[in-house]
C-alpha cells in the first residue's frame, strides 16, 4: 500500500506528561489502570513512523489523518504499527498484543476544512523548545528525517493540541480521544508558531464531559495544520 511498511517501538512515559494524574503510576492506579498511560500524542507519534517514512515531507504538505485512541497504551508497552486496508485507504493500527489501542486512517492528500464557529480562545505564540524539537525521539520515533532536514515532527501539531485543552478546559486528569489532522505545510524547528483555537461543543458522555475544538496553526504566518481534537475534560 504506496510503500508503506509496519514497524514496531517501546511505548515511552515522558516526564512533561506528569501534570495529568493518568500518565503517572499513581494516578492511573487510582483511575483503575494497571500503571502508567503513555499520552496519545505519542501514540500518534508512533502512527506516524510509516507514512513519513514512506511519503516523506509530501505528507506534511497536503495529507493527513484521522486519529482514533480507542484504549490506553501504557509506559513500557511493545506497540506494532501495523499497515491495514481501511474503506477509504490504508489505516496504521496500534496494536499491544492482538488487541488495537489505536488507529489512523492516512490521507495521502485532504484540504483542511474551514474553522467553525463557537468560542475564540487566546491565541498561543511560541517558539518551539528543545523538550518539543526532541519529543518524537524521545517518546519512541527515531526516524531521522526530521533533524536531517531540521522540520517540526507532525506530534508537535498533536501536543499544541493538548496545550490548548490545558490552558482552556481542564482542570484534573483527562483524556485525549480523537484527532483529525489535515497538514499544510513544512515547518522548520525554528519558525515562530501561533495557535488559533475555536471551542465548537462541550458535551456530555458516558465516560465524562467531551470538548471539540477547531484548531489551526501557522508557522510564520503560514498554515501548517488544521486540528479537529476531541478529549474527555472531565472523567466521570
Not at 499497515?83 to 483542511?112: K, N
Not at 476544512?113 to 518551539?128: A, Q, S
Not at 458522555?205 to 486540528?227: H, K, Q, Y
Amino acid at each position: 500500500m504506496s510503500g508503506l511498511q509496519s514497524w514496531s517501538t517501546t511505548a515511552i512515559n515522558l516526564p512533561e506528561h506528569s501534570d495529568n494524574a493518568v500518565h503517572t503510576d499513581a494516578g492511573a492506579r487510582a483511575a483503575g489502570f494497571e500503571r502508567a498511560l503513555v499520552a496519545g500524542t505519542s501514540v500518534y507519534a508512533y502512527l506516524t513512523h510509516p507514512p513519513m517514512a514512506a511519503w516523506g515531507t509530501a505528507w506534511l504538505g497536503h495529507g493527513g489523518g484521522e486519529l482514533r485512541l480507542r484504549r490506553p497504551v501504557c509506559d513500557g508497552d511493545r506497540v506494532d504499527c501495523v499497515i491495514a486496508a481501511g474503506d477509504a485507504g490504508p489505516i496504521v493500527e496500534g496494536r499491544v498484543g492482538d488487541d488495537v489501542q489505536a488507529s489512523l486512517e492516512l490521507w495521502e492528500r485532504a484540504d483542511a476544512p474551514p474553522i467553525r464557529d463557537g468560542e475564540r480562545f487566546p491565541d498561543i505564540e511560541l517558539r518551539l523548545t528543545e523538550a518539543q524539537r526532541t519529543y518524537g525521539t524521545r517518546a519512541g520515533d527515531g526516524l531521522g528525517i526530521y533533524a536531517e532536514q531540521h522540520i517540526v515532527h507532525p506530534v508537535v501539531w498533536a501536543n499544541l493540541s493538548n496545550t490548548v485543552f490545558k490552558h482552556n478546559l481542564v482542570t484534573g486528569p483527562w483524556v485525549h480521544t480523537r484527532s483529525r489532522i489535515f497538514h499544510e505545510g513544512v515547518a522548520g524547528d525554528g519558525a515562530l508558531l501561533r495557535v488559533e483555537s475555536t471551542l465548537v461543543d462541550r458535551f456530555d458522555s458516558r465516560a465524562g464531559e467531551r470538548a471539540l475544538v477547531d484548531i489551526r496553526i501557522l508557522a510564520d504566518d503560514a498554515p501548517v495544520a488544521t486540528i479537529e481534537h476531541e478529549a474527555i475534560v472531565a472523567l466521570a
